[in-house]
């Protein structure tokens, strides 16, 4: 199964920022990564495995969106922990807290599906067969 989310890069502050160390491991029950980032600031238009990227400006309002497609295990846990965070080269504090660097934030995906098994085969489906199949002879003969 694939798991796909968008992670956003935003300089909401009033500096410009230089050398924003960008990290995003994989959580536990994540097989892989396959990613995409749109902006102009992207150091690598896409890539694969945990992401590790180094943005080497980061203008104000600036931003940059990773896409992420996570390939989950054959038997992932009921939730999967992903941890992002991004920290600025320089001195700034982090938004909207307020706190200092590494600014992180935290996604939880939970599996909240239940599979439904759909029967194939069997005598109803026989049955409509058999239906479909005079029906048509039916037809054929008038």
Same mark, same amino acid.
């Given at each position: 199964?694939?798991? %796909?989310?968008?992670?956003?890069?935003?300089?909401? +502050? *009033?500096?410009?920022? =230089?050398?924003?160390? $960008?990290?995003?491991? /994989? &959580?536990?029950?994540?097989?892989?990564?396959?990613? %995409?980032?749109?902006?102009?600031?992207?150091?690598? +238009? *896409?890539?694969?495995? =945990?992401?590790?990227? $180094?943005?080497?400006? /980061? &203008?104000?309002?600036?931003?940059?969106?990773?896409?992420?497609?996570?390939?989950?295990?054959?038997?992932?846990?009921?939730?999967?922990?992903?941890?992002?965070?991004?920290?600025?080269?320089?001195?700034?504090?982090?938004?909207?807290?307020?706190?200092?660097?590494?600014?992180?934030?935290?996604?939880?995906?939970?599996?909240?599906?239940?599979?439904?098994?759909?029967?194939?085969?069997?005598?109803?489906?026989?049955?409509?067969?058999?239906?479909?199949?005079?029906?048509?002879?039916?037809?054929?003969?008038?």
């Amino acid at each position: 199964m694939v798991l %796909t989310y968008t992670i956003e890069v935003t300089n909401a +502050g *009033s500096l410009p920022l =230089a050398n924003v160390q $960008l990290s995003d491991p /994989l &959580p536990a029950g994540v097989e892989s990564f396959e990613w %995409t980032c749109a902006g102009a600031w992207c150091p690598n +238009g *896409s890539g694969n495995g =945990a992401i590790n990227e $180094l943005i080497p400006d /980061l &203008p104000i309002g600036a931003q940059l969106v990773y896409t992420v497609a996570a390939q989950l295990r054959t038997n992932p846990p009921a939730a999967i922990v992903n941890t992002v965070s991004a920290t600025p080269g320089s001195i700034v504090r982090c938004a909207p807290s307020g706190s200092p660097p590494p600014c992180s934030a935290d996604a939880v995906v939970r599996q909240n599906y239940n599979a439904i098994p759909m029967p194939i085969g069997g005598p109803w489906v026989v049955l409509l067969m058999v239906l479909g199949m005079v029906l048509v002879a039916t037809r054929l003969r008038f």
